[in-house]
């Protein structure tokens, strides 16, 4: 059949959960020579951008609370197909966030700017890992285009993925 992988009728964009963690708000002015120069705002523009051009919609958010990350990645299990996450420092201590992105089921992209592996032996470890289905870091601000590229993957796997 001519054109099968497109399906008849209209089919909802996927809603991806951007999620950020502790310290991302300063990105900017925070540690330049690590992280960069853009801010959140710059990353959160991005993504929108490069989410429209590939079908996806996503939920932007940043917290520097454990608990309203964790409460957000449990109403994503009602509202997003999957999660794209940059834990920061919670990537390394919490069980919290592992538990709660064990609990909804979701296919879990992690994505840190820097490359983790380079810096610190704290840091090399991440709970999040455990869970997500790939890891994208050392990459800065394409990281987590380059993650959502993935996620439309996990999320779209039917749809053609040359583009
Ligand atoms: C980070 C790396 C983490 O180790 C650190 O705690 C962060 C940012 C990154 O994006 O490179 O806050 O997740």
């Known amino acids: 059949m001519q054109g099968s992988r497109r399906r008849a009728g209209k089919r909802s964009t996927p809603n991806v959960l951007v999620l950020n963690g502790p310290n991302l708000n300063l990105l900017g002015s925070r540690e330049p020579q690590i992280y960069g120069l853009a801010t959140l705002a710059d990353i959160e523009s991005a993504c929108r951008t490069h989410a429209k051009a590939i079908g996806l919609a996503i939920d932007f958010r940043q917290s520097n609370h454990e608990g309203e990350l964790v409460t957000w990645v449990q109403e994503a299990r009602e509202r997003a197909a999957g999660i794209l996450v940059n834990p920061a420092a919670f ?13 909804v089921t979701l296919p879990v992209v992690e994505v840190h700017l820097s490359n983790i592996f380079r810096r610190e032996q704290f840091r ?3 709970y ?11 990459f800065g601000p394409q990281g987590y285009l380059l993650g959502l590229d993935a996620m ?9 993925t040359r583009a």
Do not use: Q
């Open 91 to 103: 990537g390394h201590t919490s069980v919290a966030l592992y538990d709660a992105l064990v609990a």
């Open 124 to 126: 090399h470890h991440s």
């Open 128 to 138: 999040v890992s455990l869970i997500a289905k790939g890891v994208i870091c050392g």
């Open 152 to 160: 439309r993957r996990l999320v779209l796997p039917d749809e053609d």
